[in-house]
């Protein structure tokens, strides 16, 4: 397959937008959602994988280009995996992450009163995938381990990232340097999977 030169980035979430740029080789012309005026599709889909390929297909068929689209979203071991493919949704039709984190410390209350004594394990997953109109060229997936932190801190990143703390750092994603975060992170163990495709 030859070298991909120009890439559409389907999403319309800012922050995963400048996450992807960085880790795009220098060399593709990318171009966003927003310079096309597309709103997104409907993800019906049940899981990371199906959701990220109803975009990449969708936006992909809206502008003939390449497409990489990504789904992620918060594991949370003790609330049956939930927010999961509704990570998003929990912020309600605004996407807006501070209910969306309330949410989740409302849930861990519900669930069990002395959550903040104990690590309560979750993940961040990715799903990437890249189409050229009907045709699925890649779907890969990838993950980081951590624990939800007792109080949200940290304005760098988006999403969940003030509540996650990854194995292995005492910080959240949120407090974390963007640069560093993006070579620890989720999509970054994705986009290594997916990078031979580019």
Known sequence: MKKISTLLIGTNNKG????????????????????????????N???????????????SKKTNLVCLADDSG???????KAPGIYSARWGGKNSDFKKAIRRVYKELNKKDKNWKK?????????????HYLEKKIACVRGKVEGKISKEPKGDN????????????????????????????????NAFKKIKKFL
């Open 16 to 43: 995963k937008l400048k996450e992807i740029k960085e880790l795009l080789p220098k060399r593709i012309k990318i171009y966003s959602t927003k310079d096309f005026k597309i709103k997104s599709p409907i993800e």
């Open 45 to 59: 889909g049940k899981t990371f994988e199906e959701n990220s390929n109803i975009k990449s297909k969708y936006f």
């Open 74 to 80: 918060l594991e949370i071991d003790i609330l049956d």
């Open 118 to 130: 104990k690590k309560i394990k979750a993940r961040f997953i990715c799903s990437l995938s890249i």
């Open 157 to 188: 990143g988006f999403g969940y990232d003030p509540i996650f703390i990854p194995n292995g750092k005492k910080l959240t994603f949120g407090e974390i340097y963007p640069r560093i975060k993006y070579r620890i992170d989720h999509r970054f």
